[in-house]
């Protein structure tokens, strides 16, 4: 049985994700989401503008469209915070289930990681984009109420705690253990 953590638990946490690196960090894990509801781990991917995370389901189901249809770029790669998920999950075979794709070790807060931010990871860069990424429902089921109210709160949005999208800027591939680094934002 899965425990899920108290808001106390999860508050008691921030110190350890607060800490993350914040110029130079790692790509601990890479997940797609080749259909709905299902996660594959792997340890390298290719990147690219046209589809995204390779194998990800974003280029034909994405969530968020263009007028003509298109998926949006602006949500096309999720980043999430290796220590948070790390907290909420409590296990690592439990990371996928958050539904994001590139987890790492990386100060993804507000502040670091402003708008328009470029990232290299790999041989592929990445730019911060401004649509939020919050928690949900399925978030809730997997890791409870108050890990959802942790994500969602003020804090938590300004940590970006459920994690931030990114587009591709430079095509390439990543491997599970990259560097991934800011860089200068255009």
């Known amino acids: 049985m899965v425990y899920h953590l108290s808001e106390a638990e999860l508050i008691s946490g921030l110190e350890s994700i607060q800490a993350s690196p914040k110029n130079q960090g790692t790509l601990d894990m890479i997940v797609i989401r080749p259909a709905l509801n299902e996660r594959k781990v792997l340890s390298e991917c290719a990147l690219s503008a046209r589809l995204g995370v390779h194998g990800d389901d974003w280029a034909d189901f994405c969530w968020k469209t263009l007028p003509d249809g ?24 439990r990371w996928p289930l958050a539904g994001d794709q590139l987890y790492v070790d990386l100060d993804l807060s507000e502040g670091n990681l402003p708008v328009g931010q470029r990232l290299a990871v790999g041989t592929v860069i990445l730019e911060i984009t401004s649509i939020p990424h919050t928690g949900c429902e399925a978030f809730s089921e997997r890791f409870g109420p108050a890990a959802l109210k942790f994500v969602n709160s003020p804090t938590g949005k300004q940590l970006h705690l459920r994690g931030i999208y990114a587009r591709v800027i430079q095509d390439g591939a990543v491997k599970q253990g990259d560097l991934i680094s800011k860089i200068g934002s255009e």
């Open 70 to 93: 298109s998926p949006d770029p602006e949500v096309q790669v999720t980043l999430m915070n290796t220590r948070c998920i790390e907290l909420l999950a409590q296990d690592k075979s």
